[in-house]
């Protein structure tokens, strides 16, 4: 198995980590601070191509593979995890889903403005009765001649404050239960859209989060993403590609956070001498680096096996479980060797503590996460 990077994608994390070093850091502490969509970033991600990449460069992509889009992840991670969430949302749940399921039609309508970033796209399947369930959702959509009409409240839905174009889950049949849901392509203008209140939260505050409503909402029929009942079809087919996009970032936080922990370490002196000379930090600088090392691992190794074209459900799931967790071990030793330093928001750490608990939601909790894994071994053990 080579892990070896080639010399493009060398090129795309080089160029990726000198915009986060150059402007993505430096941004973070006000992103969190003000609470407001990190418009600046979204832009420059724009510029760099960072919307399309593995879409084709017929739609205005770049056509890149699934290991660029982790690492571009990993590295937004490492600057800003709100930046990150941001991209994730919009350029890997949304963008991304449009251009594996839509039509020749909808993916010329809508590719072109999203890969630009002049459109901020969403997902939305949560509701406030429906999380890890998310096929008992009740938002409700009943076709009306050239048109359905949406019924229905989602929530935490990253972007949605902002978003222009949103993919949406609806029960369009809800006897026939996760047969019975269809997805939708909505525009932010079409009539009885609108969006309910942007939730305040502990971490991530920087990637807006808000309720949207459906309201007798019009959405013309030609904007159902794949078939009328499909809708489970699009949600499943790219989801373990988004549980590996999902699972690097904590460990971009991660490495974020034992840089600045490393640097502290280095410089800080107490009873005469840096701490890094004493054995106890040094255990925990070591137990940090290989979480980091063993969360890129397993992430990278599920890339390659999505890579070759094999089902990967389990390991995608291994790998958001583990870089999860040793996200958030890495995190908090950082807090420890920066000691009340690390608690104070005049260093990133209090802020990395916060948002990498905000990332372990997306595509799955940890809970789920061990639930599929069993799942996968009993299917494969007998
Ligand atoms: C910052 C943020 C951004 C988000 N962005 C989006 C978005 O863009 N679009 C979107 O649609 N959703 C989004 N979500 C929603 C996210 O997908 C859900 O929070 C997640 O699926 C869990 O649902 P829930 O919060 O309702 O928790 P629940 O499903 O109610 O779970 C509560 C607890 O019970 C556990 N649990 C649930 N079922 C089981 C089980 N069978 N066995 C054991 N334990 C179980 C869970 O792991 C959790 O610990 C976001 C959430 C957050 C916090």
Same mark, same amino acid.
């Given at each position: 198995?080579?892990?070896?990077?080639?010399?493009?994608?060398?090129?795309?994390?080089?160029?990726?980590?000198?915009?986060?070093?150059?402007?993505?850091?430096?941004?973070?502490?006000?992103?969190?601070?003000?609470?407001?969509?990190?418009?600046?970033?979204?832009?420059?991600? /724009?510029?760099?191509?960072?919307?399309?990449?593995?879409?084709?460069?017929?739609?205005?992509?770049?056509?890149?593979?699934?290991?660029?889009?982790?690492?571009?992840?990993?590295?937004?991670?490492?600057?800003? /995890?709100?930046?990150?969430?941001?991209?994730?949302?919009?350029?890997?749940?949304?963008?991304?889903?449009?251009?594996?399921?839509?039509?020749?039609?909808?993916?010329?309508?809508?590719?072109?403005?999203?890969?630009?970033?002049?459109?901020?796209?969403?997902?939305?399947?949560?509701?406030?009765?429906?999380?890890?369930?998310?096929?008992?959702?009740?938002?409700?959509?009943?076709?009306?001649?050239?048109?359905?009409?949406?019924?229905?409240?989602?929530?935490?839905?990253?972007?949605?404050?902002?978003?222009?174009?949103?993919?949406?889950?609806?029960?369009?049949?809800?006897?026939?239960?996760?047969?019975?849901?269809?997805?939708?392509?909505?525009?932010?203008?079409?009539?009885?859209?609108?969006?309910?209140?942007?939730?305040?939260?502990?971490?991530?505050?920087?990637?807006?989060?808000?309720?949207?409503?459906?309201?007798?909402?019009?959405?013309?029929?030609?904007?159902?993403?794949?078939?009328?009942?499909?809708?489970?079809?699009?949600?499943?087919?790219?989801?373990?590609?988004?549980?590996?996009?999902?699972?690097?970032?904590?460990?971009?936080?991660?490495?974020?956070?034992?840089?600045?922990?490393?640097?502290? /370490?280095?410089?800080?002196?107490?009873?005469?001498?840096?701490?890094?000379?004493?054995?106890?930090?040094?255990?925990?600088?070591?137990?940090?680096?290989?979480?980091?090392?063993?969360?890129?691992?397993?992430?990278?190794?599920?890339?390659?096996?999505?890579?070759?074209?094999?089902?990967?459900?389990?390991?995608?799931?291994?790998?958001?479980?583990?870089?999860?967790?040793?996200?958030?071990?890495?995190?908090?030793?950082?807090?420890?060797?920066?000691?009340?330093?690390?608690?104070?928001?005049?260093?990133?750490?209090?802020?990395?503590?916060?948002?990498?608990?905000?990332?372990?939601?997306?595509?799955?909790?940890?809970?789920?996460?061990?639930?599929?894994?069993?799942?996968?071994?009993?299917?494969?053990?007998?």
């Amino acid at each position: 198995m080579d892990f070896e990077l080639t010399k493009e994608q060398q090129m795309l994390k080089e160029t990726v980590a000198r915009f986060v070093d150059d402007q993505v850091i430096p941004l973070a502490p006000e992103i969190d601070v003000d609470g407001a969509f990190p418009e600046k970033n979204f832009r420059a991600m /724009a510029e760099l191509g960072l919307f399309g990449m593995s879409i084709p460069e017929a739609y205005g992509g770049s056509g890149t593979d699934l290991l660029s889009c982790v690492l571009v992840m990993e590295e937004l991670g490492r600057g800003c /995890a709100s930046t990150a969430n941001t991209f994730g949302a919009h350029a890997v749940l949304c963008t991304e889903n449009i251009y594996r399921n839509g039509s020749e039609e909808q993916r010329r309508k809508y590719l072109p403005g999203l890969i630009a970033g002049e459109k901020i796209g969403a997902i939305a399947i949560t509701e406030p009765g429906a999380g890890s369930d998310a096929t008992s959702m009740t938002t409700r959509a009943e076709r009306k001649g050239d048109v359905y009409i949406l019924n229905g409240t989602k929530m935490f839905i990253t972007n949605g404050p902002v978003a222009d174009v949103i993919v949406a889950y609806a029960k369009t049949n809800p006897a026939a239960g996760p047969r019975g849901i269809t997805a939708f392509i909505l525009e932010k203008d079409f009539p009885g859209f609108s969006r309910g209140k942007s939730l305040k939260k502990m971490g991530v505050r920087g990637s807006p989060t808000g309720e949207l409503i459906f309201d007798n909402c019009e959405v013309p029929a030609v904007n159902v993403l794949g078939e009328e009942n499909g809708g489970i079809r699009v949600l499943m087919n790219g989801l373990d590609r988004e549980r590996i996009v999902y699972s690097i970032c904590p460990i971009g936080v991660a490495q974020g956070a034992f840089d600045v922990a490393f640097k502290y /370490a280095s410089e800080r002196v107490q009873f005469g001498q840096p701490i890094i000379g004493f054995q106890m930090i040094q255990e925990m600088i070591a137990d940090m680096a290989t979480d980091i090392n063993a969360g890129r691992l397993v992430a990278y190794w599920a890339v390659s096996q999505a890579e070759r074209g094999k089902r990967v459900r389990l390991e995608a799931s291994y790998a958001k479980l583990f870089c999860s967790q040793a996200g958030l071990r890495v995190v908090d030793r950082a807090i420890q060797i920066l000691g009340g330093y690390g608690f104070i928001s005049e260093f990133p750490i209090e802020r990395m503590y916060r948002d990498i608990k905000g990332i372990e939601f997306g595509a799955g909790t940890t809970q789920i996460q061990k639930l599929i894994i069993v799942r996968e071994l009993m299917k494969t053990r007998g």
